[in-house]
């Protein structure tokens, strides 16, 4: 018998018992298009939060203190006077920009509306260093500097809390832990980032919140410095450049840095690890369903063996061969995985399609992706689930004895 | 006459059941000729279909030897059991045993099917089935068919590979006395015309009557006939 004419009959044979074979295609088609859906997500959170990652800008540096080395004890805090000595250009000559932040939490409040917010002392630079538009208003000047000027600009979150709107707001006067600030200018928002919200914040000038709003002992703390690269291939020279100039400033022993000098790369390299774990945690738990879609294979085969016993003996006696018999049945389990793979697939892509509109309608944007890798591997696993389950019952009905399976009522 | 299609030199068959043993066949020794017509009677537990089950292959003996068509069947293994089978023994069931989910015409085809005939099984099914009278109802589903009908594509099922003999268990035992009087008259025909030879397992006299001898079974031996 060709396989054409296995096909054929197991079609005919399947066809013949349409609800069972309906059933018994569903549980691989939950198992597929779960398997499909939750890679498709796992894929199109990972592309979002790359996508958000990369969108800060792909030359830009964050260095902060301490270091991931256990063995660094007190890392000595960083000053603005390390933020000034990176900005040399002889000394790190692919530096481009250098923004310290001093980065505090504290209460704004605007008649008797309260929030509680972060507060981020920034440098006129920062409006360079990093993509940080304002929907209105003016940035914060050299001038606000020198004159540790009350001025302030809102994240669109924190507007909505104090204010009820975004629009309209310079000129507002608002209290930051009780003191009075002149608002200039609201942020543009940037969504419900990936490293919690990025509006719900306000920023004032470096040298005020300095003086005024975050102490930190004396010294000209910083908690963070943004820096801008020429460009993003001279990422890694500009890394050794600052790692250069930090170690000499902070005399550490070689190989003992008490900063961290963190680029794009590392943050989308962090990023893709968590989101592919995701995806295979997700996918795992899909593929359980598909696992238990091919034991419900296996039972319907094995009713299926049982009920044909006759018309196994009767094949038998016609000169039906073991292998035969084992090519019918393993065909028919063969096709009722296949089919359930291929309308899993479809309902897999259908559920996340609608994953990505229902995202997309709440504001986030998320495009989940189907790739190919992920529908070979649907249909490659549900055959082989189709197979592996279809073995057993098969290999029963090959070993029947035609004396004994024609007597079968 | 010409030299014998089935040689049975002492057939012995034992069922083990739990631990009991049961003599089905005790030693049957038997031969039939080419085109002979063989009635074989009994009572129930007689034997009968034990030995039907020996000479269609269907099992082999615990003891003795076997020839069918000059073959020794009684050492060969399940694959090769399934091709002989599929080669030299044309069965017709009681209860006719056709596939209910394909026509007439699948039906017939099935034991071409497996003989691995790639072309011409269409041909030769549908002449088959122009032999047995069913000419008009080829691609009728059995359900579709009378009991009288379903038996005749089991006859034709049966002669489609040409084959030594013809296993009949019990063929009109389904069927009203006119129409097994037919089917009989149909088997007898195709003896007659093509000299397949053939062995009727029965309980009805009047069928055995119209054979040319009668071998009755009794308690697994051979009680009369050679």
């Known amino acids: ?409 | 006459m010409s030299k014998p299609v089935i040689v049975a030199e002492n057939l012995t068959k034992v069922y083990k059941m739990g631990k009991m043993e049961v003599h089905a066949l005790c030693g049957i020794s038997l031969k039939i000729k080419r085109g002979e017509v063989v009635a074989i009677m009994g009572p129930s537990g007689s034997g009968k279909s034990t030995l039907m089950n020996m000479l269609g292959c269907l099992d082999r003996p615990t003891q003795g030897e076997y020839f069918l068509d000059g073959e020794p069947v009684s050492t060969l293994n399940d694959d090769q059991l399934a091709d002989i089978r599929n080669r030299k023994v044309g069965f017709v069931f009681q209860s006719f045993n056709l596939l209910s989910r394909t026509t007439a015409l699948g039906n017939v085809e099935l034991p071409l099917r497996y003989a691995g005939l790639a072309s011409g099984r269409r041909e030769r099914a549908r002449e088959a089935l122009e032999a047995v009278g069913l000419s008009e109802r080829m691609t009728h589903r059995p359900q579709e068919l009378s009991g009288g009908e379903q038996q005749r594509v089991a006859i034709a099922r049966a002669l489609v590979n040409d084959p030594a003999i013809i296993m009949a268990d019990e063929p009109t035992g389904n069927l009203d006395s006119r129409v097994g009087k037919e089917i009989v008259n149909l088997l007898l025909s195709l003896n007659q015309k093509k000299g397949t030879t053939l062995i009727i397992i029965t309980h009805d006299p009047n069928v055995a009557g119209q054979t040319q001898r009668i071998i009755r079974l009794k308690d697994g031996l051979v009680e009369n006939g050679k």
Do not use: C
């Open chain 1, 1 to 409: 018998m060709n396989l054409m004419q296995s096909v054929i009959e197991a079609l005919e044979s399947l066809n013949s018992n349409k609800m069972r074979s309906g059933l018994t295609i569903l549980g691989i088609v939950i198992g597929v298009a779960a398997v499909i859906a939750m890679l498709a997500v796992g894929k199109g959170a990972q592309d979002t939060i790359t996508g958000s990652i990369s969108g800060i800008g792909t030359n830009l540096l964050f260095v902060f203190r301490g270091s991931m080395n256990d063995s660094v004890r007190n890392p000595r805090p960083l000053t603005l006077a390390d933020a000034q000595a990176i900005a040399d250009p002889f000394a790190a000559p692919d530096v481009q920009a250098v923004a310290p932040i001093l980065e505090g939490s504290g209460e704004v409040t605007f008649s008797g509306e309260k929030s509680t917010t972060t507060i981020d002392g920034v440098t006129p630079e920062y409006f360079t260093v990093g993509n940080n538009a304002l929907t209105e208003g003016e940035v914060i000047t050299e001038e606000h500097m020198l004159g540790r000027s009350s001025v302030v600009l809102l994240g669109p979150e924190v507007a909505d809390n104090l204010f009820g709107r975004r629009d309209g707001l310079v000129g507002e006067t608002l209290r930051i832990e009780g003191q009075p600030f002149r608002v200039i200018g609201v942020l543009e928002s940037k969504g419900g980032g990936s490293f919690g919200s990025q509006d719900n914040r306000v920023i004032v000038p470096f040298s005020t919140a300095q003086a005024r709003l975050i102490r930190r002992g004396g010294q000209d703390r910083v908690d963070l410095i943004l820096v801008q690269v020429v460009t993003s291939e001279a990422v890694p020279q500009a890394v050794e450049e600052i790692s250069q100039i930090l170690r000499s400033r902070h005399r550490t022993a070689i190989g003992a840095d008490d900063f961290t000098v963190f680029s794009q790369e590392d943050f989308l390299q962090t990023a893709a690890t968590i989101t592919g774990v995701l995806t295979i945690f997700l996918g795992g738990i899909a593929a359980i369903s598909l696992l238990v879609g091919g034991i419900g294979i296996m039972n319907i085969m094995l009713v299926s063996v049982t009920e044909r016993t006759r018309e196994i003996g009767l094949r038998k006696a016609l000169g039906a061969r073991r292998r035969d018999i084992l090519i019918q049945f393993l065909t028919e389990s063969s096709l009722l995985s296949l089919f359930g793979g291929l309308i899993g697939i479809l309902l897999g892509w259908l559920i996340a399609t609608l994953v990505g509109r229902i995202a997309a309608a709440s504001g986030t944007p998320f495009n989940p992706s189907v790739s190919i890798d992920a529908i070979l591997l649907a249909t490659i696993f549900s055959a082989a689930v189709g197979l592996f389950f279809g073995i057993y019952p098969a290999n029963r009905a090959a070993g029947l004895e035609p004396v004994e399976a024609l007597r079968y009522e």
